[in-house]
């Protein structure tokens, strides 16, 4: 005790962050609350001054937007009113009207160009900044501007971007009855003088975009004349499209900023002012910075207190600890010495009762140890019969061998002399002898010439009522099968546990011992659980039996299919064919010249017999894989030669699209061996299909050789196919569960046929794709190929 007194901090400290003691978790509770405390209040301050800044700063600059927005609207009604000027009754000819346009053109320099149109919609004269008058005599007749002229306001005409920047024309007609109208072009890049007016702070900025997101103004100048697209921005999407103003939004450079928006209404433009959040909240991160420096401090002050108060305490517990730890090493006779007068000399008298009370246990402790050894011992035991009869299970399907298993584990561990399995026959009534262990074999061949019916003896009765039965002697049951023979035989008490399935009794299993009395409970336990293995047995084997014959007629009708298929395949196919020739020849002015109308009649007639074919095709290829009659032809080819084949039959209809088909061939490929045919057919299916489901971008086909295979990859800019379907869409009569596939039609056998043609050159095809990115098919084929392999 005086050891640990005189430890210093260091070492108390070292203890601490070395095991996890009482004075370890006292400093720790005591810390962790002050440091819950201080978290709490910085947290709470910390939010309040967030909260208010952010209130503040949006206030001012929601207050900003606003008096930005009203001067935007006052700088349009000013154009409009200079614009009214002069269209107003007094002007008495062209001449003069054309020196009011000097005028303005004078005093607004935001007005580019004005143009005056007269009464019949002819352009009179155009006058532009540098004082020039053009005289083309355009007619205005079809344009907006004459359409919406009108003496009682200006016209405001949509926003268009120009090289020198955004542009509008403000459209106001002359008094008078069809005196015409003045067209004024606009130079919107002047708005940026009145965003730069702004009292702005450090960072701010502001912009005006029109109602679709355009940039039409920016206090950074040089983004004005660039057409930039400001609806992605956060803050301006979600004003556009809710009406609802976003606090804070990122800028194009993607950093986040605090936003406030204001609206031009007569315009219906949109104006945000805008600063950098880093700099918005920099009184925030001040004050995280000083609550730190504070929390460290108290953090240091609190351990240096709970230090102090822990090793007032942790002396007289570390004596216990000592104490407890003899006991723990079996020195019970070394008694806690420990006077605090507190709850601690409680806890160490406690301990010391606690060892009298080992001292007088530990003597016993040998004896029931080894009485649970032994118990122990016969649970393995039990155990390891009951997973024997399971691996059996599991392993066969041989009725007799599982029930010898568990008749032979259910005599042994029952303790008994010998036993059977008997088994009833639902049909005739009657139990019949299954297997027997331990018995003679003449009195095993006397059991199995006697037919014991179920409603007589103590089987029938075991059976009727579905409990188990104990006989303590066999001597003095009646209902005993044969209980003479038995008796003979030297058995004297016998356990009869029924085996019952759901659907009814199923046997019963009988063990017998030479020794009179009852079997003990654990027994009877054990015996009930080798029952239900006996009773899983024979329902496994009536259910294989059963399923073997369903297998048997499923191959059959599976057959029968596809035979059915080929040759209604080729039935079909005859007659199609002559139709296709027909109505080739009927096109081709055999027979005559037909009708417009008969022609156009024609071709769908021979585009919908053309896909019937190609479907009647690919039944036809499906049967005869399943039927097992397809069989490869395997001869030299050219990768390159496929590729081209392949490229060339599905040209047009890429062309008819507008996509592109790009190929990349490497050079130089070796000479191939398989079914040039198939491959070919694989390729064009799978090219076909990215053509097919992509309505824009392009495909693409790359041919290479990687090791000992050929690697073709087909690429398209298409919809992309889900997760969910990617693995399905190989499978025959499948295609991917959504709008554009079942609008592109098809059966779903392109794929998965051309997986078995591939695989039955021992090759693969995959997919890779993602939503809205396209798909990817990739095929490997081994470069030479000697016999054919087995589609899956």
Avoid at 198 to 223: E, F, K, M, V, W
Avoid at 226 to 238: I, R, Y
Wanted: net charge negative.
């Amino acid at each position: 005790m005086k050891t640990a007194l005189a430890e210093s901090p260091r070492d108390l400290l070292q203890t601490l962050f070395r095991q996890k003691s009482l004075f370890g978790k006292y400093i720790a509770y005591f810390v962790g609350l002050v440091a819950f405390v201080l978290t709490i209040s910085s947290a709470v301050d910390v939010w309040i001054t967030y909260r208010d800044t952010k209130n503040i700063l949006l206030h001012a600059q929601g207050e900003k937007a606003d008096a930005a927005a009203r001067r935007v609207e006052q700088f349009m009604a000013e154009l409009e009113r200079q614009i009214s000027w002069a269209t107003r009754a007094s002007v008495a000819s062209p001449e003069q009207r054309m020196d009011d346009y000097r005028r303005i053109l004078a005093n607004t320099p935001a007005i580019a160009e004005i143009a005056q149109i007269d009464g019949s919609g002819k352009e009179i004269a155009t006058l532009s900044r540098d004082g020039g008058a053009i005289h083309t005599g355009d007619d205005w007749t079809l344009t907006a501007a004459a359409r919406e002229a009108r003496q009682d306001g200006a016209w405001f005409g949509p926003v268009v971007f120009a090289s020198t920047g955004p542009r509008m024309q403000i459209v106001m007609a002359h008094s008078g009855h069809a005196a015409g109208f003045t067209v004024a072009e606009i130079e919107l890049k002047y708005l940026s003088d009145i965003l730069n007016g702004i009292q702005a702070g450090p960072g701010i900025s502001a912009y005006l975009t029109t109602n679709d997101g355009r940039l039409i103004a920016h206090t950074d100048t040089s983004l004005v004349g660039k057409n930039l697209d400001m609806s992605k921005l956060p803050q301006v999407h979600a004003l556009n499209q809710t009406g609802a103003p976003l606090d804070i939004g990122s800028d194009l450079d993607g950093q986040s900023v605090l936003s406030a928006a204001a609206t031009v209404p007569h315009m219906k433009w949109l104006l945000f002012v805008e600063q950098p959040v880093t700099q918005a909240f920099g009184p925030v991160v001040s004050l995280l910075i000083r609550l730190a420096w504070l929390f460290g401090l108290g953090l240091i002050l609190c351990v240096c207190a709970g230090v102090l108060l822990a090793r007032r305490m942790t002396v007289p517990i570390r004596a216990v600890q000592e104490g407890a730890s003899r006991l723990a090493s079996g020195d019970f006779d070394h008694p806690i010495e420990v006077h605090t007068g507190d709850e601690v000399e409680v806890l160490a008298d406690e301990f010391n009762r606690m060892a009298a009370q080992l001292r007088e246990f530990y003597a016993r402790l040998e004896q029931k140890v080894d009485d649970r050894t032994r118990d122990l011992a016969q649970s393995v035991q039990e155990l390891k019969a009951l997973e024997e009869i399971g691996r059996a299970l599991a392993a066969s399907l041989d009725l007799s061998l599982v029930l010898q298993t568990a008749l032979t584990r259910a005599v042994e561990l029952a303790e008994a002399d010998g036993g059977a399995i008997y088994t009833f026959d639902r049909e005739r009534g009657a139990f019949h002898l299954a297997e027997a262990h331990g018995l003679d074999p003449s009195f095993v061949a006397a059991l199995r010439e006697v037919k014991l019916t179920r409603l007589d003896g103590l089987l029938g009765e075991v059976a009727e009522h579905g409990r188990t039965v104990q006989v303590p002697e066999i001597a003095d049951c009646a209902g005993f099968p044969l209980r003479a023979a038995t008796i003979a035989a030297g058995f004297r008490s016998a356990l009869v546990v029924p085996l019952i399935a759901p659907d009814g009794v199923l046997g019963a299993l009988v063990v017998e011992s030479g020794k009179h009395g009852p079997f003990a409970a654990n027994k009877v336990s054990l015996m009930q659980a080798f029952a239900h293995q006996s009773v899983l047995a024979m329902r496994n084997a009536r259910l294989f039996r059963k399923a073997e014959e369903n297998g048997r007629q499923l191959a059959v009708a599976s057959e029968h299919k596809s035979r059915f298929f080929a040759n209604m395949s080729h039935e079909l196919r005859t007659p199609l064919n002559a139709i296709l020739g027909y109505a080739e020849l009927l096109r081709d002015g055999l027979y005559g010249e037909l009708p417009d109308r008969a022609k156009s009649v024609l071709e769908r007639v021979e585009s919908n017999g053309a896909h019937l074919l190609g479907l009647i095709n690919d039944v036809l290829d499906l049967s005869k894989l399943e039927a097992g009659e397809l069989s490869l032809v395997l001869d030299e080819y050219s990768m390159r030669n496929i590729v081209e084949q392949a490229i060339g039959a599905t040209y047009s209809l890429a062309q008819a699209k507008g996509l592109r088909i790009d190929q990349t061939i490497e050079e130089p490929m070796p000479l191939g061996r398989g079914d040039e045919r198939r491959l070919t057919q694989v390729l064009i299916n799978i090219l076909s299909n990215a053509i097919k489901f992509t309505d824009e971008g392009y495909v693409a086909i790359k041919a290479q050789t990687l090791a000992d295979m050929f690697e073709i990859v087909v690429t398209d800019t298409g919809p992309g196919i889900p997760p969910e379907d990617q693995a399905r869409i190989f499978e025959a009569f499948q295609q991917g569960d959504n709008t554009s596939t079942r609008l592109k039609g098809g059966t779903g056998l392109g794929l998965s046929i051309s997986r078995r043609f591939v695989e039955m050159h021992g090759g693969a095809i995959s997919v890779a794709s993602k939503l809205g990115e396209g798909s990817s098919f990739t095929i490997l084929v081994p470069i030479r190929v000697e016999r054919q392999k087995a589609a899956a």
